[in-house]
């Protein structure tokens, strides 16, 4: 008897990992999800920090990305509020003030897209993360367009974040294309 249960005991950790998948590991889905995005790492960063990624279908990564999108959304309209109010430059201020009503919409987009994304309108999920990226170009286009004054003294972790804003819509938009 000692001999069938020390074979038992040798032989149970094999057996369990062949029939056994490892709880909540999507690590192909986020992987694959993520490939076709222009920059993967800021796509495969926002899944990876979301625990719900780990359970998640399509859908629920297309919508766990307009989540973090959301989230750099709404840290653009307190970035941009909070410029407006000291800024000393009435040119930067306006487009501050701009801006940070244009990332408002997007928050409004970007819930509708989440909606949409969740009732399976996919196309109509594009459209209002488009319509959320719209803020973000003319954002930059506004900044751009007043880069001798405004750029250098635009403080780099806020065009960073716009950044980030950029690569995220791209990757949302085209996750969503895949549904």
Do not use: W
Request: glycine letters at 4%.
């Amino acid at each position: 008897i000692h001999n069938a249960l020390l074979i038992f005991l040798l032989l149970a950790p094999a057996l369990f990992q062949r029939t056994c998948k490892p709880v909540g590991t999507n690590a192909s889905l986020i992987e694959s999800a993520c490939h076709n995005a222009n920059v993967p790492a800021t796509c495969l960063q926002c899944l990876k920090s979301d625990q719900r990624a780990q359970k998640a279908d399509e859908v629920g990564v297309a919508i766990i990305v307009v989540s973090c999108l959301s989230n750099h959304t709404k840290n653009l309209v307190s970035n941009m509020t909070q410029l407006a109010s000291g800024a000393q430059d009435k040119n930067l201020k306006t487009i501050c003030e701009a801006c940070g009503k244009g990332y408002s919409t997007a928050l409004t987009d970007l819930s509708a897209a989440t909606l949409k994304i969740t009732n399976g309108e996919y196309d109509e999920a594009n459209l209002s993360v488009r319509n959320a990226l719209e803020s973000e170009v003319e954002c930059q286009r506004s900044i751009g367009g007043n880069q001798q004054k405004i750029k250098p003294s635009f403080p780099v972790d806020v065009l960073y974040e716009m950044k980030v804003y950029e690569q995220l819509s791209d990757a949302a938009l085209r996750i969503i294309d895949r549904l």
